[in-house]
């Protein structure tokens, strides 16, 4: 990755144990300016290309202890101090900044600010952990980049807007994700609903099963597919899918089995209770899927106004939302495909690497001495 131009470092320990939509993001503008970045850095080692499974999991295991250690008591920060860098550093996500001094010339992907606005989403510890990174964000004033307005909006609640740059760079639609090879998943019936996401409590999937039963679908012959790993409050979510009729979970799938899924499915399902973004909103739109989602919103950003629209938590409301998802005519559901592809047509990768490259380049010009001005929103 290096050359001559090289001006970052790149913290990436976020591609040790994640493979959600933010991994992708990241792992794709880093991949759109590759003369910018120096190397990419897993839990402090400076790799050329990312390490094995192996080694994955044993860095991503060193780090969580290492943020573990530093976030809950000041002593290990004075008897080791947190690191440095000559470069500026990117960070792919705030968790990351613990491990370092915070310089100005720094860039932070905030990609939603869920561990302080809605901390019982999350293991116990993560708000104390995030709220301790944000203050050393607010002291620091890095140049942040953003993942939608909402995000943005809600960290300047939070943290205030005085910053070099607060740019927002929409995630890109996955290159070659309509495209490619189709492998059925077993067990997935001709009608069905589709979930993608982090099987969890963030997700909303418990309402969203009890919507699924209360609304009727599965003696209609309907079925709902949840697939995804697991998070934070993924056990009460298996549990409740095995006793619920009409209710598969796949588990993780890949991208051939993925797409299956969008090209198969009747509709998305996606009402959850926190988004940064809504990837897989955007990725269901683009196989030709109508959502149904949260109200307000990231997802909202994402999909305008032609997605179906209930409240998260709401049970019932819910239902009567996928009722009307599964009942679609073909007429009323091509043209609010239409409606929604024009939404989305915001989210290509020239666009995001375009707008990436933009922020880069002026985060460098500033540290430089060439600071100019500001992004913040008027």
Request: proline share 7%.
């Amino acid at each position: 990755m290096n050359g001559a131009t090289s001006i970052f470092d790149c913290e990436f320990t976020l591609a040790l144990n994640n493979r959600t939509g933010k991994y992708f993001f990241c792992k794709e503008m880093i991949e759109s300016s590759p003369d910018l970045i120096a190397s990419c850095l897993y839990w402090r080692l400076p790799m050329q290309r990312p390490p094995s499974r192996m080694v994955s999991r044993l860095l991503g295991r060193a780090a969580r202890i290492e943020v573990e250690l530093r976030s809950e008591t000041s002593f290990v920060n004075r008897v080791l101090p947190p690191g440095s860098r000559r470069r500026p550093i990117i960070f792919t996500d705030p968790r990351e900044c613990i491990f370092y001094r915070l310089k100005q010339s720094d860039i932070v992907i905030c990609h939603d600010m869920g561990p302080v606005t809605h901390p019982q989403l999350y293991d116990p510890g993560v708000k104390h952990l995030y709220e301790t990174i944000f203050r050393q964000i607010q002291q620091a004033q890095p140049h942040m980049i953003f993942v939608s307005e909402a995000s943005r909006s809600d960290f300047i609640a939070r943290c205030g807007d005085d910053y070099p740059l607060l740019e927002v760079i929409h995630p890109p639609l996955r290159k070659g994700m309509k495209d490619g090879a189709l492998r059925a998943v077993e067990g997935v019936p001709q009608n069905y609903v589709l979930t993608v996401g982090s099987i969890g409590a963030r997700k909303n999937q418990m309402r969203l099963i009890q919507a699924f039963a209360a609304s009727g679908l599965a003696s209609a012959g309907y079925a709902y597919v949840i697939c995804g790993g697991p998070e934070p409050g993924a056990e009460p979510v298996v549990d409740m899918a095995r006793r619920t009729p009409g209710v598969i979970l796949p588990g993780y799938v890949d991208d051939a089995e993925l797409r299956w899924l969008y090209r198969n499915a009747l509709g998305f399902v996606l009402p959850s209770l926190l988004e940064g973004f809504g990837l897989p909103a955007a990725e269901a739109i683009h196989h030709g899927l109508v959502p149904l989602l949260s109200s307000g919103g990231a997802l909202q950003e994402v999909a305008g106004d032609s997605a179906i629209y209930v409240d998260p938590l709401d049970v019932a409301d819910i239902a009567a939302g996928m009722v009307m998802l599964a009942g679609l005519s073909r007429e009323e559901r091509n043209r609010r495909v239409e409606q929604s592809l024009l939404s989305i047509d915001r989210f290509s990768p020239e666009t995001a690497a375009a707008r990436w490259r933009a922020a880069l380049l002026q985060a460098a010009s500033a540290s430089a001495g060439e600071r100019p001005a500001s992004s913040r929103p008027q």
